[in-house]
């Protein structure tokens, strides 16, 4: 009767999609280890103790290496090139240049020379006037009271006098 039972929850097991994972997942043959990874890699395989294919390393045909590095300037080869700035400029890039005695303009206004605004003549304001206690009205009443954390406050007063007091327990023992 079990020789039934089995041979028919098999038959009944695969018939599901799964059984092949589940088979090769949790069924092992005798002296297989069923937590050796799996797969057929060069180092799998010499990892299992099997024979690989080593191919030998040739020689590539041909000179690989780069030749030289090319020398570094001198002094003397910057100096004689300083003079030819226009080298690396393209070929279109030419058109007037500046005339001797001429001077650039960046689209300048006329109360600015050489970049630099002046304000000689008088246009700014020589003092500004003291707005501070239009915004710190209605705010002086108030005290303000910083717990330390180590059983003391601070208490910075409205005239901006500082104490630290010792915070009282707010619940009886």
């Known amino acids: 009767m079990r020789n039934a039972a089995l041979l028919s929850s098999l038959v009944l097991l695969g018939g599901c999609a799964g059984f092949g994972k589940l088979a090769g997942d949790?069924?092992?043959?005798?002296?297989?280890?069923?937590?050796?990874?799996?797969g057929e890699a060069e180092n799998l395989r010499r990892a299992r103790g099997e024979a690989a294919v080593e191919l030998p390393i040739l020689p590539a045909a041909g000179n690989l290496w780069p030749g030289p590095p090319a020398p570094l300037p001198t002094l003397g080869d910057v100096s004689k090139d300083r003079g030819r700035l226009g080298d690396g400029l393209p070929a279109d890039?030419?058109?007037?240049?500046?005339?001797?005695?001429?001077?650039?303009?960046?689209?300048?206004?006329?109360?600015i020379r050489g970049g630099v605004q002046d304000f000689s003549s008088g246009g700014l304001p020589s003092a500004v006037r003291?707005?501070?206690?239009?915004?710190?009205?209605?705010?002086?009443?108030?005290?303000?009271?910083?717990?330390?954390?180590?059983?003391?406050?601070?208490?910075i007063a409205p005239d901006g006098t500082v104490r630290t007091v010792k915070d009282s327990p707010t619940t009886p023992r």
């Open 26 to 38: 949790g069924m092992s043959f005798p002296g297989s280890n069923p937590n050796a990874p799996g």
């Open 93 to 111: 890039a030419g058109g007037a240049e500046l005339p001797e005695g001429g001077s650039m303009s960046a689209g300048e206004q006329a109360e």
């Open 130 to 155: 003291d707005d501070a206690a239009h915004y710190g009205a209605g705010q002086r009443a108030a005290t303000i009271v910083i717990p330390n954390g180590d059983g003391t406050s601070t208490i």
